[in-house]
């Protein structure tokens, strides 16, 4: 059973910037996507951005897209999410998962997420 823990989440005024963390234990790192999804109050939870295995490809929502970057390091087992210009709309509690299945295709939806994190709240001020 994986083990996922969120930080970097806070205050933010917006047009402002934020860095999430997430740190993984408990399986090869390495071998899996991982995503990054939110919920807003009153919402469901949405996806906002995955990353392949590699690092090598990465997909986002079209909400987040230019403003958002999801990145990993592997030899630390992390995974980060750069949120740059901020907007009140993106105050959401935000979740870190792994995928299901060791692929090196990335996988876009709740379902195919295994594992999360107990979430991390950011709260953009205007």
């Known amino acids: 059973q994986v083990q996922l823990v969120e930080s970097g989440g806070g205050l933010v005024q917006a047009g402002g910037s934020l860095r999430l963390s997430c740190a993984a234990s408990?399986?090869?790192?390495?071998?899996?996507?991982m995503g990054w999804f939110r919920r807003a109050p009153g919402k469901e939870r949405d996806f906002v951005a995955a990353?392949?295995?590699?690092?090598?490809?990465?997909y986002y929502a079209d909400s987040v897209k230019g403003r958002f970057t999801i990145s990993r390091d592997n030899a630390k087992n992390t995974v980060y999410l750069h949120m740059n210009s901020v907007k009140p709309e993106d105050t959401a509690v935000y979740y870190c998962?792994?995928?299901?299945?060791?692929?090196?295709?990335?996988?876009?939806?709740?379902?195919?997420?295994?594992?999360w994190g107990q979430g991390t709240q950011v709260t953009v001020s205007s």
């Open positions: 998962a792994v995928a299901r299945y060791s692929s090196s295709y990335v996988p876009l939806g709740v379902a195919d997420f295994g594992s």
């Open positions: 408990g399986r090869t790192f390495s071998s899996y996507a």
């Open positions: 990353i392949s295995r590699s690092g090598g490809s990465t």
